[in-house]
């Protein structure tokens, strides 16, 4: 069973962990002030704006109304050489993978 209440914590938790305000995640996702007043009404959030939420605060729809407690979005491989990637990746012992995510951030870096 979803409650507001539980939506309305778990956005404002996601927004505190980020060091953002409720007012800026809603300006930053054109919504304004009545998204989160929503919540409490009959209707409910429209899905559009749960949907803008959550992708701002890179957590699933589901997070939110309190269907699982991952809060974060993982990622799948979306070819073949990113499953053959993450397939060696996952063979590595722990020294390696660190050495090439630290590579990997280096390289980003530039």
């Keep these: 069973m979803y409650t507001a209440q539980t939506t309305k914590e778990r956005i404002k938790k996601l927004c505190k962990n980020k060091k953002i305000n ?3 995640m ?3 996702c054109n919504l304004g002030v009545n998204a989160i007043r929503q919540i409490n009404d009959n209707k409910g959030m429209a899905s559009f704006s ?21 809060s974060y ?3 799948e491989a979306k070819d073949e050489m990113e499953i053959e990637m993450l397939r060696v990746f996952k063979s590595l012992d722990f020294a390696d993978k660190m050495e090439i995510m630290n590579t990997i951030i280096e390289k980003t870096k530039k």
């Design 26 to 28: 809603l300006k930053e």
């Design 50 to 70: 749960l949907g803008k939420i959550a992708d701002y605060l890179n957590c699933s729809t589901d997070y939110l109304l309190g269907r699982t407690d991952v």
């Design 22 to 24: 409720m007012e800026q």
């Design 73 to 75: 979005v993982t990622l």
